[in-house]
């Protein structure tokens, strides 16, 4: 099995590495260490300094990272080694990029009232109106 799918750039001289994340559900934290080129060991403390990184545990007690724990981690590494940030100010940075993430809201306006409740209950009963009919005249009740 190939794990370490990566696809090295050259950005202003600089070498860049995107890494390329299997579409599983878990991840063992062997397979994110190689995938992110890090040892398991930095793994485990970034755990401790970030509290975005919260693996789950199997039933083994196997660290079980998603996707987005993935992510994360790509995210920590390029603010820490790329950018220079130090670890608090990485955490700070994170912080900041979530509540960014969650204060943009819904790509479409809100209305005021229940309107458009009322419409999708009216909506639904007129559907129910015309199956029912439907069924008498099939026969069916």
């Known amino acids: ?24 559900l878990y991840f063992r934290i ?13 793994l485990r403390f970034w755990e401790t300094e970030f509290p975005q990184l919260k693996p789950t545990k199997s039933s083994t007690g196997q660290r079980m990272y998603r996707q987005r724990d993935l992510e994360n981690v790509l995210r920590i590494k390029k603010l820490l080694y790329d950018e220079g940030y ?34 999708v209950r009216q909506g639904l009963q007129e559907i129910l109106g015309i199956l029912s009919s439907s069924a008498k005249r099939a026969g069916r009740v």
């Open 1 to 24: 099995m190939a794990v370490e799918q990566t696809v090295t750039k050259r950005n202003n001289g600089k070498r860049r590495e995107e890494v390329l994340i299997p579409d599983k």
């Open 30 to 42: 062997g397979v994110v260490a190689k995938l992110c080129r890090l040892p398991a060991y930095v």
């Open 86 to 119: 130090t670890i608090a100010g990485a955490r700070q940075q994170l912080r900041t990029e979530n509540k960014a993430v969650k204060s943009v809201g819904l790509p479409f306006p809100r209305r005021a009232g229940g309107d458009g409740l009322k419409r």
